[in-house]
């Protein structure tokens, strides 16, 4: 990819980034998430289909797994600890953007584990 499609990718998945956190800070439990599932849904979309075009396999495959749960509780299903789930993904999402080859990508083995029903 050209360095001006990296540096437009990076700059619109940092504010995807920055929109997820605004709306996870309004949050304050589960239900909360579920009343916002759409909004958040949204921006971690267009994350997993970006980030992977710019090398950040990892961010992508973490917003996919967040993206595939999101689409449950749109159905109407409760994912018992998805906020703290989503805060946690977002703060590695953040921290990826920046520095990919240093950040430990532990999160992506947990959500895949614990929410493994909702996965397959």
Same mark, same amino acid.
């Given at each position: 990819m050209s360095d001006e499609f990296i540096k437009v990718a990076t700059q619109e998945i940092k504010d995807e980034i920055a929109s997820i956190?605004?709306? !996870? @800070?309004?949050?304050? $439990? $589960?239900? $909360?998430v579920s009343e916002n599932s759409k909004s958040i849904e949204k921006h971690l979309h267009k994350i997993k289909g970006l980030a992977p075009?710019?090398?950040?396999?990892?961010? +992508?495959?973490?917003?996919? !797994?967040? $993206?595939? !749960?999101?689409?449950?509780?749109? @159905?109407?299903?409760?994912?018992? +600890?998805?906020?703290?789930? !989503?805060? @946690?993904?977002?703060?590695?999402?953040?921290?990826?953007?920046?520095?990919?080859?240093?950040?430990?990508? @532990?999160?992506?083995?947990?959500i895949a584990t614990k929410y493994s029903k909702y996965l397959d």
């Open positions: 956190k605004k709306i !996870l @800070e309004i949050c304050k $439990d $589960d239900s $909360d075009m710019m090398g950040k396999n990892v961010m +992508g495959e973490v917003a996919a !797994l967040n $993206d595939k !749960l999101l689409n449950h509780i749109i @159905e109407g299903q409760h994912i018992s +600890g998805i906020y703290d789930t !989503l805060c @946690e993904s977002n703060v590695f999402m953040e921290k990826s953007i920046h520095d990919s080859d240093n950040i430990p990508a @532990e999160i992506k083995q947990k």
